[in-house]
């Protein structure tokens, strides 16, 4: 039996919600009829709007994909004016003010507390410059991502950017492909770094070459959620440029047809491959989907790669200043969480417009990076008051931390993640001593097993847990140790559950004290935890109260909005929902 | 009426008649149960994997774990509350800190509505 949702897409969905949304933009929230408010919420996704959490009934989240994080130095300033006009909620966020963006783990941008009403002119203004919310959640072709200076990066195998344009075009707003059993991400990078992390994407393209010819090698079926983390697999398959789109096409038909509609815990494509295998779907895809022959796979650079790699050697994530093809640099601006408040948005878009940028990009670390910047105005746009905030060469616990959106919003989250994560960068950078030469290093803080912060691929994973302290419930975190991506990639292993909030950054000061005093010479401290058994890891470091004080570890009871001054339910300034 | 029961949002919420009424992360105790060894499950709830009704009673199957002993998995049906007059909808939701019994249930319990 199809599920529930399938049922309310076969109503309506995909291109024709907008006409509906925008009725009830005109009518009011009280519009939509209080029995249609689930169907409703789940059908405003496929438009990038996401209803927020009880206690924030009628208003809602907007994500904007842009593809391969890019904007232009206008579009950008159209996001910061966005969300400082609409974004703003009830009560301020005590580290990040009243206004702000997110920059998420898949290039997209999300703001919070967008009421119904302001939909229309929101979508006016963002169409108007060239921006758009359509699938940017729901079930069908999401943000593509990659690199986000594909065609400037002077490391590059292959501009990939005239390609994912064409996807993004050909894709969105496509009625074949608008109604698929599931979200299907996609990556297609051409850089060296690796920075499209095809790994844990539905479907990607990584760089390759095949007789002598550059393109891309296929994977499908990778993804971190719900405990059940898979790397994509490669189906043996080349594509160019040229061929690209159609395989693309081929295999988010493939996936249409044959995903599980009946089962939405099961149908994501990377549990159709676990049940197929890598032959099968190839040969599902030659027989059924394209109308040539399919090559086999090339040969890769995933030797090379860098980015999220914990590589000792190389840092591949786009901070700090690098050399563009055509001769200009690119600045990578370390964004702590990705969060950024509206004002500031704004100021960096003057700024790169100042310098004669032409391009803003975001990346996969909730990064952002002004492109274009010319050798002789390097060190004046170097010395901006705003880039001592948003650093070019940030601490390493500031740069390498990444945070979900967690319990003020998010209905899955177990734990308060965002501003945590804020004060542990803070504690660690104030107070840890870094072992000399770690100059990356990686926190990713996720609220639940979800993993939008990509917990799974970290050199210190953090997932959101529950747990009894003097027999009252806190805020705690299973923490994982090991992962990244790189030329191997490896999903970290979980070998310590259940830690008390107030606990977490103790436990890295002690880990970091042991890596400094065990290590090899030379090795990163992926490679120190790898030489280690599971057996070895539990246990290698204590969890240990410090001085880090933690606000929010006793908020385990739900809220209208943790940091209001009555966040009892009842308080709630919206409108019921019932 | 009929009474529309599902999980909503990946699960994260047990929607009752489209108001979200009973939410994930909160701790559950529960007693007699076969999901570990302890005698009472320190549960945290994760996910709502099914939901059913048994009239007058809400129940559903929840993915999490234990926070005392760290076993995962699904529970068996637990009530989440009751919709006693199914014409005037109103849900009463069971606290989630007083104590539990999941019960297994013998026929299917998957109707999307009753």
Same mark, same amino acid.
């Given at each position: 039996?199809?599920?529930?949702?399938?049922?309310?897409?076969?109503?309506?969905?995909?291109?024709?919600?907008?006409?509906?949304?925008?009725?009830?933009?005109?009518?009011?929230?009280?519009?939509?009829?209080?029995?249609?408010?689930?169907?409703?919420?789940?059908?405003?996704?496929?438009?990038?709007?996401?209803?927020?959490?009880?206690?924030?009934?009628?208003?809602?989240?907007?994500?904007?994909?842009?593809?391969?994080?890019?904007?232009?130095?206008?579009?950008?300033?159209?996001?910061?004016?966005?969300?400082?006009?609409?974004?703003?909620?009830?009560?301020?966020?005590?580290?990040?003010?009243?206004?702000?963006?997110?920059?998420?783990?898949?290039?997209?941008?999300?703001?919070?507390?967008?009421?119904?009403?302001?939909?229309?002119?929101?979508?006016?203004?963002?169409?108007?410059?060239?921006?758009?919310?359509?699938?940017?959640?729901?079930?069908?072709?999401?943000?593509?991502?990659?690199?986000?200076?594909?065609?400037?990066?002077?490391?590059?195998?292959?501009?990939?950017?005239?390609?994912?344009?064409?996807?993004?075009?050909?894709?969105?707003?496509?009625?074949?492909?608008?109604?698929?059993?599931?979200?299907?991400?996609?990556?297609?990078?051409?850089?060296?770094?690796?920075?499209?992390?095809?790994?844990?994407?539905?479907?990607?393209?990584?760089?390759?070459?095949?007789?002598?010819?550059?393109?891309?090698?296929?994977?499908?079926?990778?993804?971190?959620?719900?405990?059940?983390?898979?790397?994509? +697999?490669?189906?043996?398959?080349?594509?160019?440029?040229?061929?690209?789109?159609?395989?693309?096409?081929?295999?988010?038909?493939?996936?249409?047809?044959?995903?599980?509609?009946?089962?939405?815990?099961?149908?994501?494509?990377?549990?159709?491959?676990?049940?197929?295998?890598?032959?099968?779907?190839?040969?599902?895809?030659?027989?059924?989907?394209?109308?040539?022959?399919?090559?086999?796979?090339?040969?890769?650079?995933?030797?090379?790669?860098?980015?999220?790699?914990?590589?000792?050697?190389?840092?591949?994530?786009?901070?700090?200043?690098?050399?563009?093809?055509?001769?200009?640099?690119?600045?990578?601006?370390?964004?702590?969480?990705?969060?950024?408040?509206?004002?500031?948005?704004?100021?960096?878009?003057?700024?790169?417009?100042?310098?004669?940028?032409?391009?803003?990009?975001?990346?996969?670390?909730?990064?952002?990076?002004?492109?274009?910047?010319?050798?002789?105005?390097?060190?004046?746009?170097?010395?901006?008051?705003?880039?001592?905030?948003?650093?070019?060469?940030?601490?390493?616990?500031?740069?390498?931390?990444?945070?979900?959106?967690?319990?003020?919003?998010?209905?899955?989250?177990?734990?308060?993640?965002?501003?945590?994560?804020?004060?542990?960068? +803070?504690?660690?950078?104030?107070?840890?001593?870094?072992?000399?030469?770690?100059?990356?290093?990686?926190?990713?803080?996720?609220?639940?097993?979800?993993?939008?912060?990509?917990?799974?691929?970290?050199?210190?994973?953090?997932?959101?847990?529950?747990?009894?302290?003097?027999?009252?419930?806190?805020?705690?975190?299973?923490?994982?140790?090991?992962?990244?991506?790189?030329?191997?990639?490896?999903?970290?292993?979980?070998?310590?559950?259940?830690?008390?909030?107030?606990?977490?950054?103790?436990?890295?000061?002690?880990?970091?004290?042991?890596?400094?005093?065990?290590?090899?010479?030379?090795?990163?401290?992926?490679?120190?935890?790898?030489?280690?058994?599971?057996?070895?890891?539990?246990?290698?470091?204590?969890?240990?109260?410090?001085?880090?004080?933690?606000?929010?570890?006793?908020?385990?009871?739900?809220?209208?909005?943790?940091?209001?001054?009555?966040?009892?339910?009842?308080?709630?300034?919206?409108?019921?929902?019932? | 009426?009929?009474?529309?029961?599902?999980?909503?949002?990946?699960?994260?919420?047990?929607?009752?008649?489209?108001?979200?009424?009973?939410?994930?992360?909160?701790?559950?105790?529960?007693?007699?149960?076969?999901?570990?060894?302890?005698?009472?499950?320190?549960?945290?709830?994760?996910?709502?994997?099914?939901?059913?009704?048994?009239?007058?009673?809400?129940?559903?199957?929840?993915?999490?774990?234990?926070?005392?002993?760290?076993?995962?998995?699904?529970?068996?049906?637990?009530?989440?509350?009751?919709?006693?007059?199914?014409?005037?909808?109103?849900?009463?939701?069971?606290?989630?800190?007083?104590?539990?019994?999941?019960?297994?249930?013998?026929?299917?319990?998957?109707?999307?509505?009753?």
């Amino acid at each position: 039996m199809a599920s529930k949702v399938e049922g309310w897409k076969d109503e309506v969905y995909g291109e024709e919600v907008r006409d509906h949304l925008f009725r009830f933009a005109e009518e009011g929230w009280s519009a939509i009829p209080d029995e249609e408010h689930d169907a409703w919420f789940e059908r405003f996704k496929w438009w990038g709007l996401y209803h927020q959490r009880k206690g924030q009934e009628s208003y809602f989240m907007m994500r904007v994909g842009t593809p391969n994080g890019r904007m232009t130095p206008e579009q950008l300033r159209v996001v910061g004016e966005i969300a400082r006009d609409y974004a703003t909620g009830p009560v301020d966020n005590p580290e990040f003010g009243d206004a702000y963006c997110d920059w998420t783990t898949r290039q997209s941008i999300q703001m919070h507390w967008i009421q119904l009403q302001d939909v229309p002119e929101i979508f006016e203004k963002l169409e108007a410059h060239g921006l758009s919310t359509i699938q940017a959640c729901g079930d069908s072709w999401r943000n593509i991502v990659g690199s986000p200076m594909a065609g400037r990066d002077a490391d590059e195998h292959i501009d990939a950017w005239p390609v994912i344009k064409e996807l993004n075009e050909t894709f969105k707003g496509n009625d074949d492909h608008s109604n698929l059993p599931r979200k299907w991400k996609v990556a297609v990078t051409g850089d060296t770094r690796g920075s499209g992390q095809a790994e844990i994407n539905d479907l990607g393209f990584e760089p390759a070459t095949k007789d002598g010819r550059k393109g891309f090698n296929v994977t499908v079926g990778g993804g971190l959620s719900r405990k059940e983390p898979r790397f994509a +697999r490669d189906i043996d398959v080349f594509v160019t440029p040229d061929t690209l789109p159609d395989v693309a096409g081929g295999l988010s038909a493939l996936f249409r047809d044959n995903g599980d509609r009946d089962d939405r815990f099961n149908a994501r494509i990377k549990f159709l491959v676990d049940e197929w295998g890598t032959e099968k779907l190839r040969r599902v895809l030659q027989e059924e989907y394209v109308d040539f022959e399919l090559p086999s796979a090339g040969e890769n650079l995933r030797e090379g790669y860098t980015y999220n790699s914990g590589r000792s050697d190389e840092t591949g994530d786009y901070v700090g200043v690098h050399d563009q093809v055509d001769g200009q640099n690119f600045v990578g601006l370390s964004v702590l969480v990705g969060r950024m408040g509206a004002e500031d948005v704004i100021e960096l878009a003057d700024l790169a417009e100042k310098y004669g940028s032409e391009l803003v990009g975001l990346t996969q670390r909730q990064n952002i990076v002004v492109a274009d910047i010319a050798d002789e105005d390097l060190d004046e746009f170097l010395a901006e008051d705003l880039l001592e905030h948003y650093s070019p060469d940030p601490h390493p616990f500031m740069r390498g931390s990444i945070a979900c959106t967690g319990t003020e919003y998010c209905s899955l989250s177990i734990v308060e993640t965002k501003n945590r994560m804020v004060r542990y960068a +803070r504690w660690l950078k104030n107070n840890v001593e870094l072992p000399e030469g770690l100059t990356d290093f990686h926190i990713h803080l996720s609220g639940c097993t979800a993993s939008c912060a990509q917990p799974q691929i970290a050199d210190i994973s953090l997932r959101g847990m529950k747990t009894r302290k003097d027999g009252e419930p806190v805020e705690a975190f299973d923490i994982g140790l090991g992962g990244g991506l790189g030329e191997n990639p490896q999903f970290a292993d979980w070998v310590e559950m259940r830690v008390a909030a107030d606990e977490v950054p103790g436990y890295i000061e002690n880990l970091l004290g042991i890596y400094e005093e065990r290590r090899d010479e030379g090795e990163s401290f992926r490679e120190f935890i790898a030489r280690h058994t599971d057996d070895e890891l539990n246990g290698l470091a204590e969890p240990e109260e410090t001085s880090y004080e933690d606000p929010y570890l006793g908020n385990t009871k739900l809220t209208w909005y943790p940091y209001a001054d009555d966040s009892d339910m009842d308080a709630a300034p919206t409108p019921a929902d019932d | 009426m009929t009474t529309s029961v599902h999980q909503l949002d990946d699960g994260a919420w047990l929607s009752v008649n489209d108001s979200r009424e009973v939410n994930v992360s909160d701790l559950w105790w529960l007693a007699r149960q076969d999901f570990c060894d302890c005698e009472m499950a320190d549960f945290l709830a994760e996910g709502f994997v099914e939901i059913g009704v048994d009239h007058p009673d809400v129940e559903g199957r929840v993915a999490g774990q234990c926070i005392a002993c760290g076993e995962s998995g699904v529970t068996d049906w637990v009530t989440l509350g009751r919709v006693v007059d199914p014409d005037e909808g109103e849900f009463y939701a069971v606290d989630p800190t007083s104590v539990h019994v999941p019960e297994r249930r013998r026929r299917l319990a998957r109707p999307a509505e009753s």
